[in-house]
């Protein structure tokens, strides 16, 4: 898997610890349906662990991956995780999100 891969779901964690919108949405080609910067931004700290990636010939890639929050919200079961499908294309050697499921 390109390191380059990992690396985006770094810097993704660390703005939500940050609280970083710029940041977050650096890793984004837009603020994508599913993914919203301000739903990710409201909570305290989040771990992504990449399971899976597929690469495709058109250049897009698929990556499985588990999310795990952390909030102090009390409305707010903490910790709780989610496994997602996230979408990639690579922008001149940066990736980038352009779609969640």
């Not at 390191?3 to 964690?13: M, T």
């Not at 931004?41 to 771990?47: A, G, N, P, Q, Y």
């Not at 409305?75 to 989610?82: G, I, N």
């Not at 979408?87 to 050697?93: A, E, H, S, Y």
């Amino acid at each position: 898997m390109d390191d380059g891969i990992r690396e985006l779901f770094r810097v993704r964690d660390e703005a939500v610890r940050k609280r970083d919108p710029e940041q977050f949405l650096s890793t984004q080609l837009v603020d994508v349906p599913f993914a919203a910067s301000e739903s990710y931004l409201s909570i305290d700290d989040m771990t992504t662990e990449v399971l899976h990636a597929q690469e495709e010939s058109d250049g897009a890639t698929a990556v499985f991956v588990r999310e795990t929050y952390v909030s102090s919200k009390k409305e707010q079961k903490s910790p709780r995780s989610a496994f997602l499908i996230y979408f990639l294309v690579n922008t001149g050697g940066k990736w980038k999100v352009y779609r969640v499921r």
